[in-house]
């Protein structure tokens, strides 16, 4: 079904980034630069994107141009190169939206060890890292329909090779915000399938000619 509105697409943040599995309802936000260094003095954001806020994470809305709450619209796209978009962009609610508890440390996510080649760093160094809280997917938002596209974090690997445009640092694919603009003819989430006229004394939908099912979701004949 494609149903049509007007309203404002607005980004969350440019510091946070979405990874998620093809036919999942997770989506998880993260802020690669987080995890590649840790907390530190100039990096404490790590890619929260909920409103809520409490004593240790305040200062994430200095990195949000606007939060998310739970029932609020959103969809994850890539405005810089939509060419890594999908053919179809699904626009989904936000049913819950959770931080679990990091797991790992930073030296474990990307396998940093003191003489590895590419990775030589001393022994004080792979302490501090083993020491930082690695937070990738402990930030999730669970979705009310499943994605039809994957996303992962980092590079992208084109038909060219890696490209600059998606250097390791840089991220991919954002969360964006959808406000549903107030004079709009169609409520998103409308009784009957915005197809109907539900009567509230006996609980049930009475359809639109062409439509019929319990929730007038299902088009039976071409109405004339």
């Known amino acids: 079904d494609i149903y049509t509105t007007k309203g404002t697409l607005a980004l969350t943040t440019d510091q946070a980034e979405a990874t998620f599995g093809f036919a999942s309802k997770y989506i998880y936000t993260t802020n690669i630069t987080y995890d590649i260094y840790g907390r530190n003095g100039t990096d404490d954001y790590d890619g929260d994107i909920s409103c809520e806020v409490g004593n240790n994470n305040a200062a994430k809305l200095d990195s949000l141009y606007h939060c998310l709450n739970k029932t609020d619209l959103f969809t994850v796209i890539n405005w810089e190169l939509p060419s890594f978009n999908p053919p179809y962009i699904n626009m989904y609610t ?67 090779g890696y490209t600059t445009d998606n250097d390791m640092g840089k991220p991919q694919f954002h969360i964006y915000k959808f406000f549903p603009a107030v004079a709009s003819s169609y409520e998103y989430v409308a009784p009957c399938s915005n197809r109907g006229i539900c009567d509230q004394d006996a609980g049930v939908c009475d359809c639109f000619p062409g439509y019929t099912n319990d929730n007038c979701d299902t088009q039976s004949s071409l109405a004339v």
């Open 94 to 160: 936000a049913e819950r939206i959770y931080t679990g508890n990091y797991k790992h440390s930073v030296s474990e996510r990307f396998g940093i060890s003191p003489g590895t080649a590419g990775n030589l760093i001393d022994q004080e160094t792979q302490r501090s890292l083993e020491l930082k809280e690695l937070h990738y997917q402990t930030h999730f938002i669970n979705t009310d329909i499943a994605t039809n596209w994957g996303a992962s974090v980092g590079n992208f690997k084109t038909t060219a």
